[in-house]
């Protein structure tokens, strides 16, 4: 049967990459006596079913990220109130590690340890963040919190990922959320120079720029890192997943 | 925690059906032994949607087969039911029969 492969990615956005290709195989397998379009309307039928775990748990991540830079931005958490530019390198720090948990625990329930995890280091990180006003400290502490959550993550069942390798895969989360932000603000700019050079208006800079700095953008924004991040999680526990299936199969 | 009570009626059938599948437990032979046993022919979303969850409660536990060119070279996710959820279908079925205990639904059935 053709598009399989496109069946076998459309299942990946809602589950593990092994998971959806177990899944592809016993849909082929039960489309020998049903028919091609039995196959598709079985692969849409669960990616709805798994899509609404997900859907559910980014919803209540994205809150919980919007109640932060809420809080955030009336300066509730400890900091100065600064209503104008709510997307501080504290706020940008703080939203992700206390929406990652609850997207994880949400997602994957208490059991996994992944949002175990999530949650220890958020707490930690958040506790330290929040609780010290000096600089060093700031970054000291969360950075402390994520080499011991990644030492603990080596425990266990995976005994053969080294603390350096989980380090890594948690900076490469990093790395892609304020990749992803700052490929979102260069597309904005890009936009600018494109409308005023259609418009040939030197106004519609000043109309762009307060439509930016009002709410709805931010919200944009805040849900394009909290995507980002969430997806990184799952991919992240997703290559843990299929490497310890790889194990036991050996 | 008392796992059992926590597991509905379709999370029982499906964990019920695995174990009937003994060593052959994957996808297919578990959702035919659903239709085979209630006469209801399960939605595959639905059931693995179950399965998922009840391997990330700890009830299940999956391993993967060696891939099969009639899967389009994938392998086959096999599942066995972990002492936990032996032990919380246990407990859900004792409730059942405790509840009917006295009613002689079943010998009126029969």
Redesign the interface.
Known sequence: ?KG?RIAERLLSCV?TP??A??????????SRSRGTLWFWR?VL??????GV?FMMAFASAFACSQTIAMLWAHGILGNQPDRNSVYTVGLLVLAPICAVPVFLLLR??W??DHARFSLLFALVAAISFLCYPHTGFRWTLPAAAVFIASVTLAKGRRRNRIPLQSLAQISYAVAISVSGLVLFFLVLLFLWALMCWWVNLPQAFGVVIATLAGHPVNDLINAMICLVIVRVSERMRSAGLTRS??Q??R | MNVGLNLGEWEQIVLLAVLRCESNAYGVPIRDEISLCTGREPSTGALYTTLDRLEDKGLLRSRMGTPTAERGGRARRFFTVTAQGKAAIVRAQSAYRRLLEGLDLLKEQA
């Open positions: 049967m399989t589950t092994a998971r290709a177990s899944q592809v195989g016993d849909l082929l397998e039960l079985a039928g669960n990616a709805a079913h798994g775990r994957f329930g059991r996994d299936a790889l036991t199969t």
